[in-house]
T-cell receptor
Framework: EDKVVQSPLSLVVHEGDTVTLNCSYEVTNFRSLLWYKQEKKAPTFLFMLTSSGIEKKSGRLSSILDKKELFSILNITATQTGDSAVYLCAVASVSNFGNEKLTFGTGTRLTIIP | DTGVSQNPRHKITKRGQNVTFRCDPISEHNRLYWYRQTLGQGPEFLTYFQNEAQLEKSRLLSDRFSAERPKGSFSTLEIQRTEQGDSAMYLC??????????????FGSGTRLTVV
């Protein structure tokens, strides 16, 4: 069964700090790894990673994938209170029926203290 | 197009009642997914449609659950004889086929179900 594990489960830091969120996975037929930010409602897409070692950046957020060691990290620099959310890691894989689906981790709850 | 739309946003029902949720995906997306998310957990896959065909169902989807996507547009998820364990957020997501590589899946805001 496909498995995605995120750590830490929760993190509390002060505004301006840098944080690193971790995601490890065990899936068959890996296709891509995705990061989402979830506040009170729908997860919103952050990054999709398909190749090892290529960093994706968007403002203060960046992410990288290691397909050999089966993990990804999400970095947030100069954190702001608006970064407080649950960050979800998901892996897209092809099921035994040939369909793509997402398997999510439980998320990391990030709280930024002003 | 304003994204993936789900209705209702909240539903409170008594145990044993039937409920139906609706999802309107982004119009050009032919893939549609239903996920369930309980408190403190990540979303769990329930079922997948490509156009109007339901191609895969999770073992989480008991026989009390049924989903449809007539004409390959909107989808409905029905839960019959609801139980307290069905209380969760039900999320719908859509994506275009073949190009999820760049934009991932777009999620709706979800329907929060509370069974009392």
């Amino acid at each position: 069964e496909d498995k995605v594990v995120q750590s830490p489960l929760s993190l509390v830091v002060h505004e301006g700090d840098t944080v690193t969120l971790n995601c490890s996975y065990e899936v068959t037929n890996f296709r891509s790894l995705l990061w989402y930010k979830q506040e009170k409602k729908a997860p919103t897409f952050l990054f999709m990673l398909t190749s090892s070692g290529i960093e994706k950046k968007s403002g203060r957020l960046s992410s990288i994938l290691d397909k050999k060691e089966l993990f990804s990290i999400l970095n947030i620099t100069a954190t702001q209170t608006g970064d407080s959310a649950v960050y979800l890691c998901a892996v897209a894989s092809v099921s035994n029926f040939g369909n793509e689906k997402l398997t999510f981790g439980t998320g990391t709850r990030l709280t930024i203290i002003p | 197009d304003t994204g993936v739309s789900q209705n209702p946003r909240h539903k409170i029902t008594k145990r044993g009642q039937n409920v139906t949720f609706r999802c309107d995906p982004i119009s050009e997306h032919n893939r549609l997914y239903w996920y369930r998310q309980t408190l403190g957990q990540g979303p769990e896959f329930l079922t997948y449609f490509q156009n109007e065909a339901q191609l895969e169902k999770s073992r989480l989807l008991s026989d009390r659950f049924s989903a449809e996507r007539p004409k390959g547009s909107f989808s409905t998820l029905e839960i019959q004889r609801t139980e307290q364990g069905d209380s969760a957020m039900y999320l719908c997501a859509s994506s275009p086929s073949g190009t999820t590589a760049n934009y991932g899946y777009t999620f709706g805001s979800g329907t929060r179900l509370t069974v009392v």
